[in-house]
């Protein structure tokens, strides 16, 4: 029998595509519109808040250069707190004034970013989000799959305020006793240090902006423990009710948020090629950075 070559299977990976040119035009119709620059930052639904992205605004704003006020886009799930501080920092660096324009979801961590700015332009369907930490930790219990499940400070305090409820203050035993049979005691520990740190986070964006200290620390304490869920949606009244310097964002701004929004969703569509039934490669776009490309400065 004799060796018979298979095929050659030419493979096209495949690429998303890359709409620059539409994006770019939008960017510069909204710095115009704004009176400053815009800084676009955009996380696709595999995206998130990440130390990489750090050094990509970096490269972003050393181009820009330093201005009197500069407008950011934010789009996001959410994903590092401490991100979150980093790249408030860095923006703050290059602007005397900082304003965030939030036309859609701006949760968790990007909530955060949010609050490192001097104002929020909200549109008609944009929210934020409760910043409470949730810890996935090696001690944490565990599903019914056998898979490590995240636990928060509010769900622990939930579960001592119910017991307690039911016991009555007189209770001769300790209610940590009781959830120590179920959660570890470092678990425990471990998810109120993180509160801590997302509080003293919030802290610290605030102070950006915040002479304050007891109003920066009445609105931490509020988006940390207020909110029965994490992805609780905080629109426009809510936002200003617990302090928050937030508006309405005017319609033709959103408008052009929403067109710039659509093309990096597209730019962000799922991008994966198979080479076999065991191996395939991924070139979606997960996370944008994007300013105009060149800026014309008085």
């Excluded at 820009?64 to 703050?92: C, M, P, W």
């Excluded at 008609?124 to 930790?137: C, G, K, Q």
């Excluded at 090629?273 to 950075?289: G, K, P, R």
Aim: proline share 4%; hydrophobic share 40%; charged share 20%.
């Amino acid at each position: 029998m004799k060796n018979e070559q298979l095929p050659v299977i030419e493979i096209k990976v495949k690429q998303p595509p890359v709409l620059f040119s539409k994006t770019q035009a939008l960017i510069g119709q909204l710095a115009e519109r704004l009176g400053g620059p815009l800084v676009a930052y955009w996380n696709g639904s595999r995206g998130s808040v990440c130390h990489s992205d750090v050094v990509a605004l970096y490269h972003v704003l050393d181009r820009l250069g330093h201005h009197e006020t500069i407008y950011l886009f934010l789009k996001s799930d959410g994903g590092s707190g401490q991100v979150a501080l980093r790249l408030v920092n860095l923006l703050r660096q290059h602007c005397d004034r900082l304003v965030a324009l939030v036309p859609l979801e701006c949760a968790s961590a990007a909530t955060m970013v949010a609050l490192g700015a001097d104002g929020i332009q909200m549109g008609p369907t944009a929210y934020l989000t409760a910043v409470d930490t949730s810890l996935n930790h090696a001690l944490s219990p565990v599903d019914r799959d056998n898979d490590r499940v995240s636990v928060s400070l509010n769900e622990l305090q939930r579960v001592i305020r119910l017991w307690r409820g039911q016991q009555g203050e007189d209770m001769p035993e300790n209610a940590y006793k009781s959830l120590f049979q179920y959660v570890h005691p470092l678990v425990i520990g471990a998810v109120d240090r993180a509160e801590s740190l997302s509080i003293m986070l919030c802290r610290e964006l605030l102070a950006y902006h915040i002479a304050d200290e007891a109003k920066a620390e009445a609105i931490s304490t509020a988006l940390n423990s207020k909110y029965p869920s994490h992805s609780y949606p905080i629109l426009l009244d809510e936002a200003v009710k617990i302090g928050l310097d937030a508006e309405r964002m005017p319609a033709d701004v959103n408008a052009l948020l929403l067109q710039l929004n659509a093309c990096y969703s597209e730019m962000g569509q799922k991008a994966t090629t198979d080479f076999d039934e065991v191996h395939a490669h991924s070139n979606e776009i997960a996370n944008i950075w994007e300013a105009q490309a060149r800026l014309e400065r008085g």
